[in-house]
């Protein structure tokens, strides 16, 4: 004796609908793949690279030396001066420290950003750097860029590149001349404006 029947239909449009939608999306990244014409490889960081930065920024197709080590030093030397000057008076040591700035080479940077661990380098305007003419073997270690770069040692440093929209033919040239040393490499891009910035809130610099 047969059992009952049992009506398949409505598993059957299940299926044919979970097929269409299958096909659908099939048919979408086929399309969309077509469409992608140029890939660019991501830069990736150096797993366990403890190598330090030397940073340099590319501003009106010149190039800065940021000595971010000389900030540092600056920062303690009117510390130390602060606290001779204030005798241990904490009100007159804030009043002091809120009018103060220090400058090292071409950057001034505020001293009460700076107790705070953020050190908000700003450009000083009519600042001449240092430009790269001629063929890129002329720049050899007698010059401004080529001695920084024959005192960077490539196994425990490399050059962080701070690039504004009017220089990348200048971080271009200087790239090249790092890698032609064999210096490893990193830029951060800033807008026309911005400080140059180090401290809380930032990433890690890494060789790119």
Not at 4 to 21: A, E, H, K, N, R
Not at 128 to 133: K, P, T
């Amino acid at each position: 004796m047969a059992g009952p029947s049992i009506d398949l239909s409505s598993f059957q449009d299940i299926m044919t609908c979970v097929l269409g939608i299958l096909i659908l999306i099939i048919l979408l990244t086929g399309i969309d793949a077509s469409q992608i014409q140029v890939l660019v490889a991501t830069p990736k960081e150096l797993a366990g690279d403890t190598r330090t930065p030397v940073f340099f920024e590319c501003r009106n197709n010149q190039l800065f030396d940021v000595d971010y080590e000389g900030f540092k030093k600056a920062f303690d030397e009117m510390t130390a001066q602060l606290m001779a000057d204030t005798a241990g008076n904490q009100d007159e040591f804030v009043r002091q420290s809120a009018t103060k700035f220090m400058t090292v080479g071409a950057y001034r940077m505020e001293y009460t950003q700076a107790m705070v661990g953020k050190y908000a380098l700003r450009k000083i305007p009519d600042i001449e750097g240092y430009e790269i003419s001629g063929n890129l073997s002329a720049e050899t270690s007698d010059r401004w860029f080529g001695g920084k770069l024959a005192e960077i040692n490539p196994e425990t440093e490399f050059i962080c590149f701070f690039v504004r929209p009017d220089s990348f033919a200048i971080f271009q040239k200087a790239r090249a001349l790092a890698w032609n040393r064999n210096i490893n490499v990193s830029c951060e891009l800033l807008a026309e404006n911005d400080p140059i910035i180090f401290g809380p809130g930032g990433n890690r610099v890494t060789v790119q």
